[in-house]
């Protein structure tokens, strides 16, 4: 992804290694501060991972293949490796996926870099696929980030905006600010931002206002898990949005890797959705927003049924919600 520093733009990654190190830029400093965090081991995987250093299912997945390898090298009893890594956060199917798949390799460094370097190309697919679906003169709404910093790079909502803007589209982001953690806000803007994409930054509620005024060509959002039956879990607020959107009869697109892909699963509401501390909530800034004798709920995830999707859009292709049940 490129990113504006002093000395020009740079390009970076979300999360890479350097050695025995597993490097990332932490993203719960940004966009004011680019900041790194190292994590030295299996243990400090596991805390960047549900601390939200990095996040995102894709980068998820990528720092946990990094983290495996790291511990592999580091001669660590792997099954302790493995569960620790993966009882990290519950949603994201990347996480098990990534941690699954280094097992037994022999190579566990080229393994992991192997990992990262398939999830670039996969995003990257998915922006050349997704932004054919996007006219010139359109505007894209999108909710939570799914981006390169969700990703790796490229991202997969934000990847066919990428390669349409790239390809000289004349296009238009909608970033729904995404409370409580504001990865629309703070992250996908800055994205955004970065790649000069002109967008606005809007408060979850403004979705349904700027659907039902007909200025929102489509909607397209990233996902932590498909399910067997096409159901998708994503960021809280998923739902809502893809109900507006049907509303207003404008079609919502889902953007994945088949990294993403739960076949375990049968339906959405089989997929655990997290409960994140309340404080994310109760608080802004550290300022207290709601009186101390309130009970307060912080699910991070919700689901979206099949019915609501247009089209998944992945690294193979564009597809519908039929067509997905017979990849499973
Ligand atoms: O809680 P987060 O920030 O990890 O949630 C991220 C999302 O909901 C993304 O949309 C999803 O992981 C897809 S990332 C390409």
């Known amino acids: 992804m490129k990113v504006k520093t002093e000395d020009g733009v740079e390009s970076m990654q979300a999360v890479w290694m350097e050695g025995e190190k597993v490097k990332m830029i932490d993203q719960r400093f940004l966009p004011h ?43 660590v009893e792997i099954e302790r490796a493995a569960e620790t890594i993966k009882s990290a956060r519950p949603t994201a199917h990347d996480l098990f996926y990534a941690v699954d798949h280094m097992m037994g390799k022999d190579e566990p460094v080229k393994a992991a870099e192997e990992y990262a370097e398939s999830v670039i190309q996969k995003c990257r697919s998915i922006g050349e696929n997704g932004a054919e679906l996007i006219e010139n003169g359109n505007s894209v709404l999108t909710h939570c980030n799914a981006g390169a910093l969700a990703t790796v790079d490229y991202g997969t909502a934000l990847a066919p905006m990428r390669v349409a803007f790239r390809h000289g589209k004349d296009i238009f982001v909608y970033a729904d600010e995404t409370r409580p953690r504001l990865q629309g806000a703070r992250l996908t803007a800055w994205e955004l931002f970065n790649e000069d994409i002109p967008h606005s930054v809007i408060v979850d509620n403004a979705a349904g206002h700027y659907m039902q005024r007909g200025e929102v060509d489509m909607v397209i959002v990233g996902t932590d898990r498909i399910v067997a039956n096409g159901d998708i879990a994503n960021k809280i607020g998923t739902y809502e949005k893809a109900l507006v959107a049907r509303e207003n009869d404008i079609p919502f697109y889902v953007a994945a890797p088949v990294t993403t892909f739960d076949e375990s699963t049968e339906r959405g509401v089989e997929i655990p959705i997290e409960e994140r501390d309340d404080e994310e909530v109760r608080s802004i800034n550290e300022e207290v927003i709601c009186p101390d004798g309130s009970d307060v709920r912080n699910p991070a ?24 049940k017979d990849m499973f």
């Open 301 to 324: 995830f919700d689901v979206t049924p099949a019915e609501f999707i247009s089209g998944y859009i992945t690294e193979k292709g564009v597809f519908t919600t039929s067509e997905v």
């Open 33 to 75: 501060e680019l900041r790194y965090f190292t994590a030295k081991d299996y243990v400090e995987i596991k805390k960047a991972i549900r601390e939200m250093m990095v996040r995102g299912a894709p980068a998820i997945g990528v720092t946990a293949a990094y983290g495996m390898a790291q511990a592999m090298v580091q001669d």
